[in-house]
């Protein structure tokens, strides 16, 4: 696939850093993911696209992984959300079983791939969500699509180092749609105001990820009431195992085509 990008970015936005995905051990990353994540952070968007054009035409999972998330953010290329899911496929179909969670959601929302709660619960079941087989696929599909699309606002949203630590943690009830906040990551501060010792936090937690949940009810397929199960699950937000664009990290969408192909560069005059 050949995404061309959104080219107006500052190193200041290109450098808004990958979260869990680059906070991994070294160890555990591809040579070809740590190469591209490290051309991100110094905010290198030709050379990080270069080396993703050699990286995804082997075998290699995690760098698939980080084209999606690339695409389906933003970051570096045009945003192609649709786009996204082919490479969020061929990772889950090259091993990397946590992409099944960003596919499934592409399913759900009908992305790139044709929508289906009942498919989307299923893939999402393949990458060890619902492992104890509490919901119906049906439903898990429903929580897992509202999940991902709640982690990304959050991821998209909130100011960087917003979240120091920890885990989101939320109980969802898919049939009458009720959440409940069970743990926010630990929160980083901003710098002390003039005259005061003080430093607040940058967000309120509770406040951002309910916001974040509301949004993401509102904008995924509506369900079919009468197949949605009355039972409670916990969903562990994403807000920090991806690219993390942070606010500013917007492509104007001014340039370029997703095509068939390698990935390459648009350039701007």
Not at 13 to 32: C, I, N, V, Y
Not at 184 to 193: A, S
Not at 233 to 244: G, K, N, P, R
Request: hydrophobic content about 40%.
């Amino acid at each position: 696939m050949r995404i061309s990008t959104s080219s107006r970015w500052t190193a200041a936005f290109a450098a808004a850093a990958l979260g869990a995905a680059a906070s991994l051990p070294a160890a555990t990353q591809s040579p070809a993911s740590q190469a591209i994540i490290k051309a991100i952070r110094k905010g290198d968007c030709d050379k990080a696209v270069r080396q993703m054009n050699d990286a995804v035409n082997s075998t290699d999972a995690q760098a698939d992984f980080l084209a999606g998330r690339m695409l389906d953010e933003g970051v570096c290329v045009k945003q192609d959300s649709a786009g996204a899911a082919d490479y969020f496929k061929r990772a889950l179909e090259l091993g990397d079983r946590a992409s099944a969670l960003d596919y499934g959601a592409k399913i759900g929302l009908g992305a790139g791939a044709e929508q289906s709660y009942e498919h989307a619960g299923e893939v999402c079941r393949s990458g060890g969500l619902d492992a104890q087989g509490l919901l119906s696929s049906y439903s898990l599909g429903y929580a897992c699509t509202v999940r991902s699309v709640a982690g990304q606002w959050l991821r998209q949203n909130i100011p960087r180092g917003a979240f120091v630590g920890g885990v989101a943690l939320v109980q969802f009830t898919p049939q009458g749609a009720a959440m409940q906040i069970r743990s926010t990551p630990q929160v980083g501060k901003g710098d002390p105001q003039i005259g005061s010792n003080l430093r607040k936090p940058l967000i309120d937690p509770r406040t951002e990820i309910d916001k974040a949940w509301k949004n993401a009810l509102a904008v995924v397929p509506k369900p079919d009431q009468a197949r949605l199960d009355n039972k409670t699950i916990e969903l562990a937000l994403d807000v920090e195992m991806t690219i993390e664009s942070g606010k500013d990290a917007k492509g104007d969408g001014s340039q370029g085509a997703v095509l068939q192909g390698e990935i390459t560069r648009a350039w701007h005059p």
